[in-house]
DNA sequence: ATTAAAATTTAGTCCAGTCTAAAAATTAGT
DNA sequence: ACTAATTTTTAGACTGGACTAAATTTTAAT
C-alpha cells in the first residue's frame, strides 16, 4: 500500500530558527540562570531544569550556536554569548514586571506569582509591559525582591547579603528571597519572613548548620541551605 | 547511505487531540463567531478567517469531529456541537474579559484591545481570568459593547438594535460597536461614536443608503452597511 | 594505564499543525 | 442535462521540538 521510493535528503544546514519561540526563551532563560560566573552550562544540567531529554537539549543547543546566542564546545557545556544574555535578560524583565503586576494589581499570593508569569511572559507584548510598568510606577523589584533589569540589561544596586552571613544580634531587614519553591514561599510567609520584614538573628549554630531567627511573630529554626537564599540588609537606612 | 526499509503503517485512528491547543481554540472561536442561526460554516470561509489553507482547516475538522466538538458533513460544511459551542464561548468569555481589563486597567484604546487579547486569551489561567473579572467589577460588557457570556455561556439581556434600524430624530445611545477593524474603530472614535454616547439619526438615505448622524461633536455620514454594525437604543431608561 | 561509569552527542521516530498538488464532489451556466 | 467552474477532500511532504536507543567522549577508579 505504501510505494517505498529513494529518499535523497540534501539537508542543506541553514535551518533559521524562530528567535521569539517560547523553547528558544526558555532554553535561554534556563542558561541565565545556571551560569554561575563564566563556567559553562553542562547539558544534563540544563535539561534537567527544564524538563526535557538531554538529546533534546543538545539539539537545541546547536541551534543557538547556529544564530550566535550561545557558545557551544561539545562534550563541555555551553555558554550565552553577550546577544544570548541580552534576550534572556530581557525575559527575566518581562518575568518579574509580570509577577509585580500579579501582586500589585491582582492580588496573587507570593507563590503564586511565578507559575502564571512563567506561561505569560511569553504572550505580552512590549508594549503591555511597559504598560504594566508605568501602571505600576516603574518599579526597580519584583514581589520576592528580585531586582528588575532594565532595557539595556542593568540591574539597580543590590547591596543584601545572605541571611547567614550576618553576626547575630544585628536588627536586619529581609530585601529578597532567591528562586524558592512556592511550598518553601508559603512556608516562609507563615514564619513572618517575608520581603520588607524586620527580624533579627539569635544564634548562629557551627558547622553551617541551622540559624535561630527573631520575626515579628516568634523565633524560628532556619536551614543554613535556606538562609542562603534570603537576602537582607541592616536595619535603619 | 541510507537502508529504504519496508514501512507498515497501521493507522489506527484514535489520534487524540489536545483539547487546550491554541489552534483547536481558535478553530473553536471562528466557527462560533461564523456560524449564523444554523447554517453550516463552509470550509473555505473557515479557512479564509483563519488564514490557513483550505486542506488545513478540513484536516482540523475531522480531528474536531473525532472529539465530538463539531458536526461534520463532507463537502457540506461543519456546525458546533453543545459541547463545542460551550468550548467556543469560554474562550469568548475570556477575550472579553481580558479586552475589559486592558482599558480599564492599562488604558488601552479601543482600536488596540483585540490584538492583545487574541494572544492572552490562550495564556491566561482561569484563576487569573476570575480574578481580573472581580477586580472590574464583575462587568457584564466588554469595552466594544459586547457581552460577556457567563460560566453557562448564557449572555445577559440585549435590548440594542443597529443605528439603522431607528427612525429620525429620537435621541439613541450607542450601545455596541460589532466586530470593526482598528481603523474603522478610530475613524468612528474620531467621530464621536463610541458606546455610552447620546446621538440622533438625522436622515436615511433610502435604498440602504447612508445615514446622518448627529453625534457630541458634529454631524456626520455613516455607510449604511457600517451602521447596521453600531447597535443603539433608545436614550432616557 | 586500563577499564568502568557517567555525560554527551548522533541517528532515527513521532506528533501537531501546517502546506501544495491532485482528485473528487458540488454548484452553476447554458 | 451536461459541461465548466468552484469547493472540498485526499495524499504526501515539511517543520519545530520533543523522544528513545545506540554510539561516542570524558571522567573516575582501580
Known amino acids: 500500500m505504501q510505494s517505498p521510493g529513494l529518499l535523497i535528503t540534501i539537508s ?10 517560547r523553547s528558544v526563551q526558555d532554553y535561554l532563560k534556563a542558561l541565565y540562570k545556571l551560569q554561575q560566573q563564566d563556567a559553562p552550562v ?15 537539549a543538545t539539539a537545541m543547543m546547536k541551534k543557538l550556536a547556529e544564530a550566535g546566542l ?6 563541555q557545556g555551553c555558554r550565552l554569548t553577550d546577544s544570548g544574555r ?17 501582586q500589585q494589581v491582582l492580588h496573587y499570593g507570593l507563590d503564586e506569582v511565578d507559575e502564571e508569569a512563567e506561561v505569560l511572559e511569553h504572550a ?26 532594565d532595557h539595556q540589561g542593568r540591574f539597580p544596586e543590590q547591596s543584601a547579603r545572605p541571611l547567614c552571613s550576618f553576626s547575630p544580634d544585628q536588627p536586619l531587614r529581609i530585601v529578597r528571597l532567591k528562586e524558592r519553591s512556592p511550598a518553601q514561599l508559603r512556608y516562609l ?8 520584614a524586620v527580624v533579627r538573628l539569635v544564634d548562629k549554630a557551627p558547622f553551617n548548620g541551622p540559624i535561630i531567627l527573631h520575626t515579628p511573630n516568634g523565633q524560628h529554626p532556619i536551614a543554613w541551605e535556606l538562609a542562603e537564599a534570603i537576602l537582607a540588609e541592616p536595619d535603619t537606612p
Open 12 to 21: 542543506a544546514m541553514p535551518s533559521h530558527l524562530d528567535l521569539n519561540s
Open 42 to 56: 553542562s547539558t544534563n544540567v540544563l535539561a534537567e531544569r527544564l524538563q526535557v531529554a538531554p538529546a533534546s
Open 70 to 75: 550561545v557558545e557551544h564546545i561539545p562534550y
Open 86 to 102: 541580552q534576550q534572556a535578560l530581557k525575559m527575566v524583565r518581562r518575568h518579574r514586571i509580570i509577577e509585580q503586576f500579579l
Open 124 to 149: 505580552v507584548s512590549d508594549k503591555l509591559i511597559e504598560r504594566m510598568w508605568q501602571v505600576l510606577g516603574q518599579p526597580s523589584h519584583d514581589p520576592h525582591g528580585s531586582p528588575i533589569p
Open 189 to 196: 510567609h507563615q514564619l513572618g519572613i517575608e520581603p520588607g
